[in-house]
């Protein structure tokens, strides 16, 4: 008979060994790789849909989301509502998007980070176990 101890450390060997036989990409960098088998992070499943931006007037610069808690504009930019119109699977770079632009839903996080659909399921609810996205 195996004592509790035993038990962990065999417990802990298995859960290597599912670990290792999850899909994994060669081309993935540590941030995506960490992304995937974070599992403290919360997925949500939810619709895409445009959030204001703020931009600057000549187009000069690279649109910036502006977050509920930024009350102020950067200098010399504008708030436009909708201006944030796609966002990017963090692995595939696929484009979720309002139709007929992009996928029209997908796996999101506090941080707004963004996963497609197939990405997801591919890569991410296995490692979740029964828990899944919610």
Same mark, same amino acid.
């Given at each position: 008979?195996? %004592? *509790?101890?035993? =038990?962990?450390?065999?417990?802990?060997?298995?859960?290597?060994?599912?670990?290792?036989?999850?899909?994994?990409?060669? &081309?993935?960098? *540590?941030?995506?790789?960490?992304?995937?088998?974070? !599992?403290?992070?919360? &997925?949500? !499943?939810? /619709?895409?849909r445009a959030?204001?931006?703020?931009?600057? /007037?000549?187009?000069?610069?690279? /649109?910036?989301?502006?977050?509920?808690?930024?009350?102020? @504009? @950067? =200098?010399?930019?504008?708030?436009? $509502?909708?201006?944030?119109?796609?966002?990017?699977?963090?692995?595939?770079?696929? $484009?979720?998007? +309002? *139709? *007929?632009? %992009?996928? @029209? =839903?997908?796996?999101?996080?506090?941080?707004?980070?963004?996963?497609?659909?197939?990405?997801?399921?591919?890569?991410?609810?296995p490692r979740?176990? /029964?828990? %899944? %996205? +919610?």
């Open positions: 008979m195996r %004592g *509790p101890r035993a =038990e962990r450390r065999l417990a802990a060997v298995a859960r290597r060994v599912a670990m290792a036989r999850l899909p994994v990409e060669d &081309w993935w960098t *540590p941030d995506q790789r960490g992304l995937v088998e974070d !599992r403290s992070v919360t &997925w949500r !499943r939810q /619709p895409w959030r204001d931006a703020w931009v600057s /007037p000549n187009g000069a610069a690279r /649109p910036y989301e502006a977050f509920p808690d930024s009350a102020q @504009p @950067p =200098e010399g930019m504008r708030l436009v $509502k909708g201006g944030w119109d796609h966002d990017h699977c963090q692995l595939c770079w696929e $484009k979720l998007a +309002e *139709p *007929p632009v %992009g996928q @029209p =839903e997908g796996y999101t996080d506090c941080a707004h980070r963004w996963l497609c659909t197939a990405c997801f399921e591919r890569y991410v609810a979740l176990g /029964p828990r %899944g %996205g +919610e």
